[in-house]
């Protein structure tokens, strides 16, 4: 059977109803625009909402902690070894804060293809000296340059230049701190190590990271600045930070470099468990509802061709009695529901496609995100993707019922009934 | 050879208690015969041509067309046979409305597939001009009366050159003058080209044009 004669009637059926017809598309048309705008919109956010905190945290990070040393010299000895021993009191040994051998350890991570980077870090605690008053924060040694690419430093520092931090005794201090500081960009501020050193740093620029508590305590200096602040060698490094090409195999990789390297190991999926959950809840969310507005305007679609069905009894019934078979039939109503899918899936993506541009110019400022100006949307294909196929699909059942009794109508009963 | 050929067509109606319609029905027709079957309204005439249309499979005994037994083959052979056998004429008209004048002759023989669309172009109009309908083939089918629906459904049924013409009171709803046009272009038809026809009509006048007429009573033919 030749499909050019099958397309034909089904156009003419088509034009026919032609207003049905549209109402229908449109419908498809909607609920794809909907579909497409809402994911977009949808994972903007989480994307941004995730970014807060996971942009700004390594997949791995290696430190080590202070703690009691596991190996106690009494689990040692051959006398006690198999006994079990109750120690009072242990004291964490003086283990140091910094990290053994850091070099060969980053040059190590660097050539391993897993890894996309390797960015080093010291945490120092200070004191700010405002006046009478000392103020606790950290001040974060950093690669400035690696920190910029891996970790989107740059996007933080809301006034300044974060280059600048390269000058030596430079900091870029937390909105907050500067805030409690009076402290203002070329202002030069007292800081006084855990040690005891005192340093002056002058002020280059303010970082903003969303996160209120986060602000109040941290800032920022290069990893020369605060080596040369606690008076350490250049070795010194307490944080190894790793971002990976794939985080999700961070918790294995993480388990597995800690033997090796003997140190401690945090990986992101460990430390930031509940933002993912909230991911995956909020996108499940908006999948069940844009997969909801297909399947009402599958309804739709449904509706209107068993109206089609019943206003054309008659075209059916001569069609097969000219010849026509029951899958001609059926072929007919398929086309019929997957060209209303077609036009519609189309031009929902393409209107869903312009409602995420429309969403993407709504200015959407506020004090915790200082790089959002509008309200973020997720331009994935992946979307237009789904939305498009779901569209095929629910029209395809729509027209399924509809088209199987069309195609059982009894031509002799039509004719007969007249 | 007959065109076709009924062997003791049995019919039952269950609804709403079993009623025999047709009784041990037996005849055929030669090709190139003009075949009225005429009878009392209920006498089982159009149902017996629902039979032999090979719409209807509902029924025992046998059917042979072209010296093919048809009966109890599957329907979309059936419908096949339609399409390349059987050329149809109803009471009302049954042109698609959707379509234009020359779209509803095209369709079968598109259908068909044997020739290419512009032949079946000409062919159409050949058709149409047959029954003085050339002027209106680009015309919309609802915008026809209905003597000319009449006239281009019977050019339809002639599209793919069918060994039989069946039809249903093909005057019945059709006034005197369009009757008698219509009724000259199926002698025409006989005459001219020597097309098999079997047609159910109540009409005595139509009956006594036609070279031989069945007669139906009560579901038997009582006389052929």
């Not at chain 1, 969310?285 to 507005?293: C, D, R």
């Not at chain 1, 019934?317 to 001609?328: E, H």
């Not at chain 1, 312009?354 to 979307?383: R, S």
Request: with cysteine; net charge neutral; hydrophobic share 45%.
């Amino acid at each position: 059977m030749k499909w050019t004669l099958i397309i034909e009637i089904a156009k003419a059926l088509m034009l026919a109803r032609m207003k049905q017809t549209l109402i229908a598309a449109t419908g498809v048309m909607f609920s794809i625009t909907m579909f497409v705008a809402l994911l977009g919109f949808m994972n903007g956010l989480n994307t941004m909402l995730d970014g807060l905190v996971l942009n700004r945290t390594p997949h791995i990070r290696f430190y080590n902690e202070i703690k009691p040393n596991p190996n106690q010299p009494i689990d040692q000895s051959e006398e006690f070894k198999d006994k079990l021993n109750i120690i009072r009191s242990i004291k964490p040994s003086t283990s140091r804060l910094s990290i053994h051998n850091s070099a060969s350890i980053i040059q190590n991570l660097e050539a391993d293809p897993r890894v996309l980077g390797v960015s080093p870090k010291i945490a120092a605690q200070v004191f700010f000296n405002v006046g009478t008053i000392d103020l606790t924060g950290i001040v974060n040694g950093i690669d400035v340059e690696k920190e910029a690419a891996l970790f989107a430093f740059s996007d933080y520092v809301t006034v300044g230049n974060h280059e600048d931090l390269n000058q030596i005794n430079t900091i870029i201090l937390g909105k907050g701190a500067a805030d409690r500081m009076l402290a203002d960009i070329g202002d030069v501020i007292q800081v006084t190590t855990a040690q005891g050193n005192r340093v002056q740093l002058k002020v280059v620029g303010y970082f903003q990271s969303g996160l209120g508590d986060f602000d109040n305590v941290n800032s920022y200096a290069s990893i020369n600045t605060v080596q040369k602040m606690l008076g350490e060698p250049a070795s010194y490094i307490t944080d190894i930070q790793v971002k990976l090409n794939d985080f999700t195999i961070a918790p294995a990789m993480a388990s597995e470099l800690r033997d090796i390297y003997q140190i401690d190991a945090d990986d992101i999926q460990t430390v930031n468990a509940q933002f993912e959950t909230g991911t995956q809840i909020r996108s499940m969310i908006s999948y069940a509802v844009g997969i909801t507005l297909l399947v009402v305007s599958g309804f739709g679609i449904y509706n209107i061709l068993n109206m089609m069905i019943y206003e054309k009894l008659d075209t059916i019934a001569i069609l097969k009695a000219i010849g026509f078979n029951s899958s001609d039939v059926n072929r007919i109503f398929i086309t019929i529901a997957l060209t209303i899918g077609i036009v519609g899936g189309v031009l929902g993506l393409v209107f869903g496609f312009l409602a995420g541009l429309a969403i993407d110019q709504v200015p959407f400022e506020t004090e915790a995100l200082p790089t959002i100006k509008t309200f973020p949307v997720d331009y994935n294909p992946k979307y237009y993707i789904i939305g498009g196929t779901f569209s095929l699909i629910t029209t395809y059942f729509a027209g399924f019922f509809p088209a199987r009794k069309a195609s059982r109508v009894d031509p002799v009963e039509i004719i007969r009934g007249k | 050879m007959p065109v076709l050929e009924a062997k003791n067509i049995d019919k039952f109606f269950y609804n709403p208690s079993k009623t025999q319609v047709l009784k041990k029905v037996s005849f055929g027709v030669e090709k190139g015969e003009f075949v009225s079957i005429v009878g009392k309204s209920g006498c089982g005439k159009s149902t017996l041509l629902y039979i032999l249309s090979t719409m209807d499979t509902d029924y025992q005994g046998e059917l042979y067309m072209d010296g093919e037994m048809i009966s109890g083959k599957p329907k979309n052979y059936l419908a096949h046979i339609r399409n390349a056998k059987i050329g149809f004429v109803f009471q009302f008209h049954y042109l698609l409305n959707e379509f234009s004048v020359l779209e509803n002759v095209l369709i079968p023989g598109l259908k068909l597939g044997l020739h290419s669309r512009d032949e079946l172009e000409h062919r159409a109009m050949e058709k149409l001009k047959f029954f003085d309908m050339q002027d209106h083939a680009l015309k919309r089918a609802n915008q026809l009366s209905g003597g000319q629906k009449q006239r281009v459904a019977i050019a339809r049924a002639l599209i793919n050159d069918p060994v039989l013409i069946m039809g249903d009171e093909p005057t019945g709803n059709l006034d005197k003058k369009n009757s008698d046009i219509v009724f000259h272009k199926f002698r025409e038809m006989a005459q001219q080209f020597k097309q098999t026809m079997l047609i159910v009509t109540h009409d005595p006048e139509f009956a006594d044009g036609t070279d031989r007429t069945i007669e139906m009573e009560d579901g038997k033919v009582i006389r052929q």
